[in-house]
């Protein structure tokens, strides 16, 4: 009892005078102007649907997660939406562990209001079985620091997870078709919640009588204040929803400024709350490209010259073959992953040494287009082809007088020659004489 | 963090450095016939000095060392001078909150020419300037609105301007000698009156709500910037006032 009542904050009567005379000349403790918002911070934790909000000193932390649950009897075919606050008692002196307050309770409500009633999140497309299976959304809103103005902090929260959560989907299988199956989110990509729009609340603090209001108060303010007063509405000017529990009364035409002021804040903060999703939602899309290992990355650095090399019939077939073994890295866009994965398969060409063009009907043919466009390879390339030369030496007979010749032609051609050579022999037990003739088909397509 | 050889005279080493529990500062098998004084944060092991808080090691010639650490919460101490505030008024005592672990005890006769006829009325909520008399840590601190000879000495209820709180250690750096960078900068362009206690609350009062509002934040600001950042911050300030 004696460490409670030394631990609770105290306001002096100095205090509660001097922010009510600053006010007076429009003045506010911490420098800001009466409709301005402290610093907001949006960030993401590493699970789906989890976010953290500041504002100013306020810390809100906001997590939504789903299950799968009998709808209600007279909604069968809606999905459900809860939000349950925790006011910890770290956030507070005054808060206290176990049943939530009476303002734990008020904030619960405002916010599900506003996204109950103005349907901010579509309902329907939650539903999997109408009557019997159905999507329930759960937001946990926990407040770690009390630094004034919690209702606005956490409405950020909770929009910001509910924005950035996926939820696993689903099918209908089983014996009968009507066995829901829950598909893991490694097997099937989640799905996003369909959001309509973004209701954000605004907070008022009301001092002298009514005539003057204030957003976004800090704690003190807030124990300062006559009153409060909340309007939740969305970028589209939609007024979702208006709370004001008690406290001073204020004239309808303060109320209607108020709320067009709002509707500008409301603006801004859904502007900063669609940034902070899209950078975490790139930073998410990124993570999920698989990337090569970094043994292959030193190749990198010659593009140009392998999209030239495509023509040339031999790699082209690599390519296909790598292309078929690992789809991932064909779906990725950028032109460098290409350009790898087109290396990957110059590297495997590096580690094979034989008599390639013994089995090899059509090396000859290979080497004399690969004469053609030797002309147009340029520089990086001598460094692999000098390698390959070496091991040219060392093979069969037969590819000797042909290297011979390719190499009077220039050196480039030989070894790119004796590369493509080379490398049939890795693939030699993959590639059947038929694959080979469609790929060549096909290369010598592409190269019309 | 370091570890002391016992052949280097380590104390003088130590002095204004961070140092953490467990740290050994001194080796006394080593040392001469001295006498070393031990204030807070420090203790004595046999033959080591043992460091207990976390903090800076302070000397303070010839011999008295100790560790000086900054926290939220204040540990009442002996002739320390406070910001309270009235929490409840008793036949006796008025109840003051000092931001410690218990509430103190102020007696209704601690003032000057204090007697049962004139018993101040303070309301709750009013903010006193007072100083610790008395601080056991079995015992409610006691505190007092005089100094030691009896006289008032500027002790008493504060009226108007603002109160804020900080840490200890920012406390201690605004009543350190020479005055601290951030007042003085401050004192050359404003006028203000300024109470500070040792417990982590500060008080100012300007002729302006403007003056007061930029005194307490740049007062807030300046914890953890050095004296010429102090200076061009209060530099800053001024210039955005104009």
């Known amino acids: ?448 | 963090m370091k570890v002391e050889q016992p052949s280097d005279p380590p104390l003088n080493s130590c002095v204004d450095q961070l140092v953490v529990p467990g740290d050994t500062v001194l080796d006394l098998s080593t040392m001469s016939n001295q006498t070393i004084k031990l204030g807070e944060g420090l203790r004595q092991d046999s033959d080591k000095i043992s460091v207990m808080k976390a903090g800076k090691l302070r000397l303070s010639k010839p011999n008295k060392y100790w560790v000086e650490s900054s926290h939220k919460r204040y540990v009442p101490c002996v002739e320390d001078t406070i910001l309270g505030i009235v929490v409840d008024s008793k036949p006796d005592n008025f109840l003051v909150d000092i931001k410690g672990p218990t509430l103190a005890f102020l007696p209704v006769l601690a003032f000057e020419g204090g007697t049962r006829r004139n018993i101040p009325k303070f309301e709750v909520g009013t903010l006193l300037y007072v100083r610790v008399v008395k601080a056991n840590n079995s015992m409610n601190p006691e505190l007092s609105c005089t100094d030691a000879s009896g006289k008032a000495a500027e002790f008493g209820p504060l009226k108007d301007g603002y109160m804020f709180e900080t840490s200890t250690g920012l406390a201690r750096m605004l009543l350190s000698s020479p005055t601290c960078p951030v007042l003085e900068a401050l004192g050359k362009k404003l006028s203000f009156e300024i109470a500070i206690g040792l417990n982590g609350r500060v008080w100012v009062n300007a002729s302006s709500p403007a003056t007061t509002v930029i005194l307490s934040n740049a007062i807030m600001k300046s914890e953890f910037l050095s004296g010429t950042q102090q200076r061009i911050m209060v530099e800053k300030l001024m210039q955005k006032l104009q």
């Not at chain 1, 999140?121 to 630094?147: F, Q, T, Y």
């Open chain 1, 1 to 448: 009892m004696e460490q409670r009542l030394a631990n609770t904050w105290r306001m002096t009567v100095n205090e509660k005078k001097f922010i009510e005379t600053a006010l007076l000349s429009d003045l506010r403790v911490d420098g800001r102007r009466p409709f301005d918002y402290r610093k907001l911070t949006i960030k993401f934790g590493r699970e789906d649907g989890s976010s953290e909000v500041q504002l100013g000193e306020t810390h809100v932390m906001g997590y939504v997660t789903s299950q799968l649950v009998q709808p209600y009897r007279d909604r069968p075919n809606e999905g459900t939406l809860a939000i349950f606050t925790e006011f910890s008692p770290m956030a507070d002196p005054s808060f206290e562990a176990g049943r939530p307050g009476e303002s734990a309770v008020e904030l619960g409500r405002v916010i599900d209001r506003g996204l109950r009633e103005s349907r901010a999140v579509d309902m329907e497309s939650l539903c999997v079985v109408a009557g019997k299976s159905v999507w329930a959304i759960r937001v946990d809103l926990h407040i770690l620091d009390n630094g004034g103005n919690l209702i606005d902090a956490a409405n950020i929260a909770a929009l910001a997870a509910l924005l950035t959560f996926q939820r696993p989907e689903c099918t209908l299988g089983g014996e009968n078709g009507q066995e829901v199956i829950v598909h893991d989110p490694e097997v099937r990509e989640p799905l996003p919640l369909i959001v309509h729009h973004l209701p954000v609340a605004v907070t008022f603090a009301i001092f002298d009588e009514g005539n003057i209001m204030v957003i976004d108060p800090t704690y003190k303010e807030e124990a300062v204040m006559g009153g409060r007063m909340t309007a939740t509405l969305n970028s589209n000017g939609d007024v979702c929803a208006v709370q004001k529990a008690g406290g001073e009364g204020v004239m309808s035409s303060v109320i209607m400024q108020c709320l067009r002021i709002a509707s500008v804040k409301a603006a801004d903060i859904t502007s900063k709350i669609k940034d902070a999703v899209d950078a975490y939602n790139t930073e998410r899309a990124l993570r999920k490209v698989k990337r090569h290992p970094p043994s292959v990355a030193l190749e990198v650095s010659v593009p140009d010259v392998i999209m030239k090399e495509n023509q040339v019939d031999e790699l082209s077939r690599h390519r296909a073959q790598n292309l078929k073994d690992e789809p991932e890295r064909s779906c990725s866009n950028d032109g460098t992953s290409i350009g790898v994965e087109i290396s990957t398969s110059r590297g495997k060409n590096n580690a094979f040494i034989g008599g390639p063009s013994s089995w090899d009907p059509y090396s000859k043919g290979i080497s004399s287009c690969f004469i053609r466009s030797s002309q147009d390879l340029p520089g990086p390339l001598y460094l692999a082809k000098e390698q390959e030369e070496a091991k040219i030496s060392q093979n069969s007979i037969e590819s000797d007088p042909e290297a011979a010749n390719t190499l009077s032609s220039g050196p480039v051609g030989a070894s790119v020659a004796s590369q493509q050579a080379n490398s049939p022999k890795s693939l030699k037990d993959a590639v059947k004489p038929k694959n080979r003739k469609k790929n060549k088909a096909s290369s010598t397509s592409d190269m019309s």
